[in-house]
């Protein structure tokens, strides 16, 4: 199972991109956990998971969860704010396969 964390300001703003991700995951038979959480519970949601996406609105805090993902041991990066915008599951799922391996 792919685990795939996405952080946001609040937490709300990638309900429906999880939505769009969890359906492409489906149709391909890629079995996953993809969650979104609020900026504050990502360093503690990130011992659970895989991959942290952040949010393009949070790109300023990937410094500050770098430190623990890297005490984790899982990837991070920001997504990618066309793919943000339009809700594309498909692109932001496909980008933290790439990233988990």
Excluded: N
């Amino acid at each position: 199972m792919k685990k795939i964390l996405l952080a946001c300001s609040s937490g709300m703003s990638t309900s429906l991109l999880v939505s769009k991700m969890e359906e492409e995951a489906k149709a391909r038979g890629i079995d996953t956990k993809i969650w979104a959480v609020a900026q504050h519970q990502a360093p503690t949601a990130m011992e659970e998971a895989d991959v942290l996406l952040i949010g393009p609105q949070m790109r300023f805090m990937k410094k500050k969860f770098a430190k623990t993902a890297e005490e984790v041991g899982i990837p991070l990066d920001v997504i990618d704010p066309v793919a943000y915008g339009r809700v594309d599951g498909k692109a932001v799922l496909d980008k933290a396969l790439e990233l988990i391996g």
